[in-house]
């Protein structure tokens, strides 16, 4: 049973007490977790817990921050978003930030290569076919969809293997969900390592390694995918479903 | 044998000698092409940051004191001028947004707003103290004096060329920002800048150099103004009150909004020099004061 945790895996990504605040609101009071290349990690909470906060913070974008957020060994807490997105690291906010002003071809193209070995075009083309028919279109006027396949889309281009994606089925029609679940599988299988915030852990537990749950700024508890069901009643206490 | 009476078709229109109507028009024009100058710049500036450049004006008037000054006192002339005022000028920009304005960005609009009047008032000020109130001149460059007669009216060669300039000028700027990758990031960012940043690009370095670029872009129209209007410290202050109006009727951070808006109050205001003088100065407040009523976005503006 012990056989996630000793994997071979490296630990590529890891907070130590990490806390970040917004304005005068203290939201995480010391995130423990940890991320090991090629993983698919997952953080699971009820809404308010925290799950996006660590998101952001991990990638620079809280207005305060402290604690430590390592990447490949090296701390990345006093740099910039833009400083640490250009150590390989993209991210998909939850409200998938597709630009208005942009159409669906600038949205694709607006994110800078980071590192060598992104996918091409053609081969985020071939993940979300939807994309090409809608080059022209304004980014906003995509279906919900259509807005989270090029979200992906666009960090996928990037060149960055650590992707952090903020509830990317929220709101999404089943065939979508799965759509997106079958990429999800697709990226783990070719080394891509990814962190997920989710509210649907029925999802999460179709692609993930690890779940990390969250309850007030902190983590509480971590729970191997391969556990799941022998756990499932503290889960249930965790979420409230 | 008298002569007939030939004062019809061709040398009224609605009872209005076609030279006056096209001299008018022209003038109105030239006007236009400042203000189209300046509302750009201040579109560029607002949209990414979200700040109401006060100081326009000001920077306006520098760029046509700069270049008096690179004329006095270094013998450059105009075509040098234009080429290195808006450098200088602009670089004075980014001074202000490191050293000022990059610590205002969380606080309320206001603040901007306060501390870039009190910046204007400053700069104006210390010109005024220097260089007192009456105008200076600026001579026209050589290779635009003269001007041809175009059959229905005279037309000055500088005065065309600031036409050209401006509108160059205007459409350039346009296409680097809707049409270019350079533009999709400041377009990107004047949208959700936390999100462009986290990509990986430097938005604070951007933000610096827009407000920069803005600055330039009221610098040059300083110099293109130097040999036409005297310069004079209060020569943006004048003006920059009307290139306020313009942007309101455009829609604030509208890009083409303020090109095509900055024009067409410019003839609209010539226009009306000749059919209701009167009304001249205050047409353009009064058309401001409708397009609130019906769109108070603007012409071009889409709501915040």
């Not at chain 1, 993940?127 to 006027?141: A, I, V, W």
């Not at chain 1, 979508?176 to 649907?200: M, P, Y």
């Not at chain 2, 999100?195 to 430097?202: D, E, P, R, Y």
Request: with cysteine; glycine share 12%.
């Amino acid at each position: 049973m012990a056989e996630a945790m000793n994997a071979p895996y490296t630990s590529l990504l890891a907070t130590r007490g990490l806390n970040a605040w917004y304005g005068e609101s203290h939201i995480l009071h010391g995130v423990d977790f940890e991320v090991h290349g090629g993983e698919v990690v997952t953080l699971l909470g009820r809404n308010g817990a925290g799950k996006t906060t660590t998101l952001k913070s991990v990638m620079g974008m809280v207005e305060k921050r402290s604690g430590s957020v390592q990447f490949q060994g090296a701390e990345m807490i006093g740099l910039p978003s833009n400083r640490i997105a250009r150590l390989g690291i993209a991210v998909c906010p939850e409200e998938r930030g597709i630009f208005s002003s942009l159409d669906v071809e600038e949205n694709l193209l607006l994110p800078p290569q980071v590192a060598a070995g992104g996918l091409g075009l053609a081969q985020v083309y071939e993940l979300f076919p939807n994309l090409k028919e809608r080059l022209r279109s304004q980014g906003t006027k995509l279906s919900g969809g259509e807005q989270q396949m090029l979200a992906i889309g666009r960090i996928l281009r990037t060149g960055a293997r650590m992707l952090l994606l903020d509830e990317p089925t929220e709101g999404l029609a089943p065939v979508i969900v799965q759509q997106i679940g079958r990429t999800i599988a697709r990226l783990k299988a070719e080394g891509f390592t990814i962190l997920l915030v989710e509210q649907n852990f029925r999802f999460a537990a179709t692609i993930a390694d690890r779940h990390y749950v969250m309850e007030n700024g902190r983590v509480v508890d971590m729970i191997p995918n391969a556990q799941l069901d022998a756990n499932m009643h503290k889960l249930h206490e965790y979420l409230g479903v | 044998m008298r002569a007939p009476f030939r004062t019809t078709a061709m040398d009224s229109i609605f009872g209005v000698p076609v030279q006056a109507l096209f001299g008018q028009l022209l003038i109105g024009l030239i006007n236009g092409s400042f203000y189209a100058l300046l509302s750009l710049g201040l579109a560029v500036i607002f949209g990414l940051l979200n700040i109401i450049n006060f100081t326009h004006g000001a920077q306006y008037m520098m760029g046509a004191f700069v270049a008096y000054l690179l004329a006095s006192k270094a013998g450059l002339g105009y075509w040098w001028s234009l080429a290195l005022v808006p450098l200088v000028v602009g670089f004075t920009g980014v001074v202000i947004e490191r050293l000022m304005l990059s610590k205002l960005y969380r606080l309320d609009h206001l603040y901007g707003l306060l501390l870039t009047f009190g910046l204007a008032l400053i700069i104006q000020g210390l010109f005024r103290n220097e260089y007192g109130t009456s105008g200076l001149p600026y001579a026209m460059p050589a290779e635009l004096a003269g001007g041809r007669n175009l059959g229905f009216m005279f037309l000055p060669n500088y005065r065309a060329w600031v036409i050209v300039a401006s509108l160059g000028v205007c459409i350039g700027t346009w296409f680097v920002i809707e049409k270019t990758k350079l533009g999709s990031y400041l377009r990107a960012a004047t949208e959700n800048p936390a999100l462009v940043q986290a990509f990986g690009i430097n938005v604070p370095r951007m933000i610096t150099l827009t407000y920069g670029f803005g600055v330039a872009l009221a610098a040059f129209a300083g110099v293109m103004a130097a040999p036409i209007y005297q310069v004079s410290p209060q020569m943006g202050a004048d003006l920059i009150i009307v290139v306020f109006a313009v942007v309101v009727i455009g829609g604030m951070g509208s890009i083409m909004g303020s090109i095509v808006t900055g024009f067409a109050l410019g003839l609209i205001e010539g226009l009306t020099k000749v059919f209701y003088p009167e009304a001249s100065n205050t047409v353009i407040f009064i058309i401001m004061a409708i397009v609130l009523m019906f769109k108070p976005a603007g012409l071009f503006g889409s709501q915040k």
